[in-house]
């Protein structure tokens, strides 16, 4: 709860942080920049939302997910045999409703300016592209292409206040994610609906225990002014595995 709490006022504030870089000379690559380590193997740990996100919930089942009127209306139309017959099985696996799904993460750096994070449920593979040039916008880094169900997702690093060092000269940030481009697609498995104009924007924090477990948190929230009256903004959490030896890969399927 402290680490959802402090992830939503984060996301008030807007962060409140700078892009990393270095003053003078080109900018570092994004793998050089970067003040944690994100890649391994890392599972969903589901503490919350059990009945969302472990199974399918009953039709209508659209409980504190703040949808529209119109949203209401196509997810009490949900129908999976609709999507099966539309080879659309995957409607539920796009990127704002892979994250709370039941999965493991394997995040790699596919370049040294973009993480490539693979999930075994669903086996989909979302690409992170970093902008290379200081001060590029976001947007002008995204390529343009047909809507997919990972979408188009650009990042940057987030260093802290302060030039994000710590004690010891440790250096301390986040990523942030944007992902636009998206397929339309379901938020929750039972059929609640995104559209292709939502916009799925994400941090990613790196907590260390004493006993040296790591958590990665995804702090995010889906905008969509088609089926949602407001922002839906939820925290997941996914502790680090020594090695990839559960990796499970699974199809998409429009009923489990």
Known sequence: MLVVA????????????????????????????????PTGYWVAIVSEDWRWRMVTPAKGDVVSIPLSVEGLRVAEAWDPAKDEAAGEQCRAYGAPGLMRGPTRLHITWQDDNTLKIESDYGTQTRLMRFAQASGASEAGRAPAGARTWQGVTTAQWVMAAGGGRGRGGARHGSIKSVTTQLRPGYLRKNGVPYSDRAVFTEYWDLQSEANGDQYLVDTNLVEDPVYLQAPWITALHFKKEKDGSKWDPSPCDARF
Do not use: H, S, Y
């Not at 984060?10 to 920049?33: D, E, F, M, S």
């Open 6 to 37: 402090l992830g939503l006022n984060v996301l008030a504030q807007g962060r409140g942080g700078a892009p990393a870089g270095r003053a003078g000379g080109p900018p570092p690559t994004a793998k050089a920049a970067a003040p944690f380590d």
